[in-house]
């Protein structure tokens, strides 16, 4: 039996890398049977029926699965922020920084295009993110400054890059791995993706192990799934004070006692990171009235 990982699913056939090899493979039977969800991402066993050609026989178990887009065993976001052209905006920062924790992925924060930025203003940005206990990334990927450390943090996981657009992830991709954008190409017409075609998520190899994760217009601000009374759980600097607020019900918005207000006027929460959560806090508010 031998054992693969699937990179691409498409019109019910499934490309499972294994080593440096690409087989195609079908699901048996009797997961069709079961219905069961195959994602990009899980790992599989198989049997050769042919020389690049094959039976999925197991899908073995996943150690993660992100939601938007679905992809399993994801071990860590690099989510992608320019320093300037468009200029950074901590609030939606913050915003992809809930999603993530809400995901329960390993974070690194990348800041780009530090080369036309004020080198003073990015590390003041960086060391507020940094005292949350976050890991930040200072990169230019034009001059290739810290290409090689992001570049050590994708080894052997499968990494997705999320950000707005404009912020230069296909440009760090590029710098990364020399020639992403030409193998997206190969593999793309290796398995008949036409213009036209719907995309779904897809693994990239990196060289030296690991893959990151292709996938078109990548939304990663939603906050459909998450409940206002948890929302303090995904502000790490937030849920270290909770716990002192008067009342265990606390929201930190308009209660009495409240230790988060407090620590932010006494600036150990920079008050951007409360004015996000309460910014996040109102949309989930009012995305709930809908229902």
Known sequence: MLKGIVVKAYNSYYYIQSGSKIVTCNLRGRFKKERFSLLVGDEVTYTLTGPDKGVIEE?????????RPMVANVDQVVLTFAAINPNINPALVDKFLVIAEFSELEIV????????????????????YEQIGYRVLTVSAKIGTGVDTLRSLLYDKISVFAGPSGAGKSTILNAVQPGLELMTG??????????HTTRFAELLP????????????????????IE???LMDYFPDISRIAPECKFSTCLHYKEPQCAVKQATSDGRIHPERYQSYLEILTEIRESKKGY
């Open 186 to 195: 190969e593999v793309s017409h290796k398995i008949g993706r036409g213009k």
């Open 206 to 225: 990196v060289t030296g192990g690991g893959f990151v994760v292709d996938t078109p217009g990548f939304s990663f601000t939603e906050f459909n799934d």
């Open 228 to 230: 206002e009374a948890h």
């Open 109 to 128: 924060l990348c800041i780009n295009k530090i080369d036309l930025a004020d080198s003073e203003q990015v590390a003041k940005l960086a060391e507020r």
């Open 59 to 67: 899908i073995l178990p996943r150690r993660s699965m992100l939601k």
